[in-house]
Structure formats: structure tokens, C-alpha cells
């Protein structure tokens, strides 16, 4: 009994010693992001540029396995060994790390040294397939920071820190949250474009098209049919476009389910103020919201860059290729009914 709780109370230490490729760099960088408390990305991106790399933790033996674990998953290599210290344990923030001393580097022997720690509880540490990840969205927390100002900081993460933000999105939950995002955005950009839209369609304004024959009146009342009933038809938008892209997630087995991929598209929707932009706006939105996507499902579904663009280029090849083959038979049903109606006719002659 004694030796079994001499081994519960044993540490452990993790040493990165490499990793198997640059994705997997990436990857174990934008994972540690998530569950590192006083560390950016861009921090842990430039540390890990120099192994071995040491995790100063003494963790359980439980935690250590865990995380070691969940690390090589993410390709990382790891050596895993007693701690040893004379410090006594004292409060201190999670995910503290210092890089191999002056003497390691020399020697190209990590050096095994303590710092003060707190023990890394296994809330923080997820399991494998876990959807909560610390930091979380603040748009899912806009009853305590604000509807206006979780709104903006999430739009800013979305666009200007996507790994970071996508690190740390939890991939369950509930999809209302995300899906109101994409109502607001969606509804926004609709405002944001209209603008753009009157020019784009003057010469049709100017004319009278069947659609606008009130002139720019109608027109008007067009936008605001449309805006009052977006809500529904963006909803049934990001329904059918998640069904579609989880397809090619699935055929390369992607982890993060139907709901990260939901997530992931519903807050890519921040891409869709550009629509405000005249001409050229619809294609910077499609083009940066699709970079978005790809950034997303790397982290939801533990994807490397190009699994991650196959992913999303799949079933859009598969859509043109139904429509071609449709095109395809259309074509012969119709130029055998055409050879046969000529032959008929030649035989009649």
C-alpha cells in the first residue's frame, strides 16, 4: 500500500526531443496554446524552435501519460522521466516553460531542473476526442462581457488570430451561439453591401428589369424582404453547407464531428464583411473564408494543411462532377431521341 502511494505522489517530467514533420510543429504549437494559460501561440511557436524542449511541470503519472499521449498524437516526440527536485510545490500559473539551459545546448543533454509549479488539474488537460478547451469564445460568453463587445472580440479573433481563436473554440456546446454569430455577420453584410449592390445593378435599375420593375424603389423593398428573412434562410444556408463539407471530413476522418464543423463555418462567416466592397468584394470574402475554413478544420479535426483543403475542395469537386454528368446525359438522352426521330424520318422519306 505504502508503494503504491509512493508511486501516486511520483513526478514526472516531458521533454519534446523533435517532431515528426513542420505540421506537426504546428500542430503541437496551436495545441499547447490552448491549454497554456500565460503563453501566445506566437510565444510557444518560437520556443518550440529549439529541442530538446523541456515542460518544467512535475506532473502525475496519470497526467504525464495524458498529455504525453496527447501530444504524440499531435506528432510530436516525447521522452517522459522522473522529476527530481528539493523545491516544495507553490502556487503559480498554469504553463509555465523555460527553454533548455546554455549547458544542454552544449552538451545536447536536456538538463532535468524544477520551477515552481501548480499541478495541471485534467480539466485543462483534455482527453482525447474532448470538446472544452480553456479560453473559449466570447461570443459564447456575451452574457457576462457584453453583446456588442463579445461581438467585436470574437469578429477580431476570427479575422486577425484564426489559429489562436480556432485553438481555443470549444467543438460542442450547442450550435446556437455559433449560428446567431452567422445570422449577425450574415445580416451585416447584407447592410454593409448594399451599397455595392446599387451600383453593380444600376444599368438594370436604370431599365427596369422584370424583377425591379419599380426602378430603385423596388429594389429597395427587394433588400428589405430579404434582410427581414435572412434569418432563415442563412440558417438553412449553414445547415445544408455543413452537411456538405462534413462529407469530405468524414471520408478522411476527421475527429471534430458534424458540430465542430458547423462551428468552424458559422464563425468563418466573419470573412462576409467584405461583401461591402464593391465588384470585388464577394470574391476577397469566398477566398479569405475559405483560408479561414482551412485554418479551422486543422485544429477541429486534426488535420494537416492539405487534408484540410481536400476536405473542403471534395464535395465541391464532387457537385461539378454530378453536374456534369447530368449535363453529360441530358445531352445523349437527347441526341439519342434526335438520331432516332432522323432515322424515322429518313425511313418515312
Same mark, same amino acid.
Not at 163 to 183: N, V
Not at 200 to 227: C, D, H, N, R
Given at each position: 500500500m505504502g508503494s503504491d502511494n509512493s508511486q501516486s505522489q511520483e513526478r514526472f517530467t516531458l521533454t519534446i526531443t523533435g517532431f515528426r514533420d513542420e505540421s506537426a510543429h504546428n500542430d503541437t504549437a496551436l495545441y499547447l496554446s490552448s491549454v497554456m494559460k500565460n503563453k501566445t501561440l506566437e510565444e510557444i511557436i518560437q520556443s518550440l524552435q529549439a529541442v530538446p524542449y523541456i515542460i518544467t511541470h512535475p506532473l502525475s503519472l496519470e497526467s504525464a501519460l495524458r498529455l504525453k499521449r496527447l501530444l504524440e498524437e499531435r506528432g510530436a516526440i516525447l521522452e517522459m522521466t522522473p522529476f527530481v527536485s528539493e523545491v516544495a510545490p507553490s502556487e503559480s500559473p498554469i504553463g509555465e516553460w523555460e527553454s533548455p539551459r546554455s549547458s544542454e545546448q552544449s552538451t545536447g543533454e536536456p538538463e532535468s531542473y524544477s520551477t515552481p509549479f501548480q499541478e495541471v488539474p485534467s480539466s485543462v488537460i483534455p482527453q482525447p476526442g474532448t470538446t472544452e478547451k480553456p479560453g473559449g469564445v466570447h461570443w459564447e460568453d456575451r452574457k457576462n462581457i457584453g453583446f456588442f463587445s463579445s461581438l467585436w472580440q470574437t469578429w477580431v479573433q476570427v479575422m486577425f488570430s484564426p +489559429?489562436?481563436?480556432?485553438?481555443?473554440?470549444?467543438?460542442?456546446?450547442? $450550435?446556437?451561439?455559433?449560428?446567431? @454569430?452567422?445570422?449577425i455577420l450574415g445580416m451585416l453584410s447584407l447592410i454593409l453591401g448594399l451599397p455595392s449592390?446599387? $451600383?453593380? +445593378?444600376?444599368?438594370?435599375?436604370?431599365?427596369?428589369?422584370?424583377?425591379? +420593375?419599380?426602378?430603385?424603389?423596388?429594389?429597395?423593398?427587394?433588400?428589405?424582404?430579404?434582410?427581414l428573412f435572412s434569418p432563415i434562410w442563412i440558417s438553412i444556408f449553414y445547415f445544408i453547407l455543413g452537411g456538405i463539407?462534413?462529407?469530405?471530413? !468524414?471520408?478522411?476522418?476527421?475527429?471534430?464531428?458534424?458540430?465542430?464543423?458547423f462551428r468552424v463555418l458559422t464563425y468563418c462567416a466573419s470573412a462576409n464583411v467584405? +461583401? #461591402?466592397?464593391?465588384?470585388? #468584394?464577394? !470574391?476577397?470574402?469566398?477566398?479569405?473564408? !475559405?483560408?479561414?475554413?482551412?485554418?479551422?478544420?486543422?485544429?477541429?479535426?486534426n488535420f494537416s494543411t492539405a487534408r484540410?483543403? @481536400?476536405?473542403?475542395? @471534395?464535395?465541391?469537386?464532387?457537385? @461539378?462532377l454530378f453536374i456534369a454528368f447530368t449535363i453529360l446525359l441530358v445531352a445523349l438522352l437527347l441526341g439519342t431521341a434526335v438520331f432516332e426521330a432522323l432515322s424515322l424520318e429518313g425511313l418515312n422519306f
Open positions: +489559429q489562436e481563436f480556432f485553438a481555443r473554440m470549444p467543438i460542442s456546446g450547442g $450550435i446556437g451561439a455559433p449560428l446567431s @454569430f452567422a445570422i449592390s446599387m $451600383i453593380t +445593378q444600376a444599368p438594370m435599375l436604370e431599365e427596369g428589369s422584370v424583377l425591379f +420593375q419599380g426602378g430603385l424603389e423596388s429594389f429597395l423593398k427587394f433588400s428589405l424582404i430579404l434582410l463539407f462534413h462529407l469530405g471530413v !468524414l471520408i478522411l476522418g476527421g475527429r471534430g464531428g458534424y458540430e465542430g464543423t467584405f +461583401q #461591402g466592397i464593391p465588384f470585388i #468584394g464577394g !470574391l476577397i470574402s469566398g477566398i479569405y473564408g !475559405l483560408i479561414l475554413t482551412v485554418l479551422g478544420f486543422k485544429n477541429v479535426h484540410a483543403i @481536400f476536405a473542403i475542395l @471534395f464535395p465541391i469537386i464532387i457537385f @461539378f
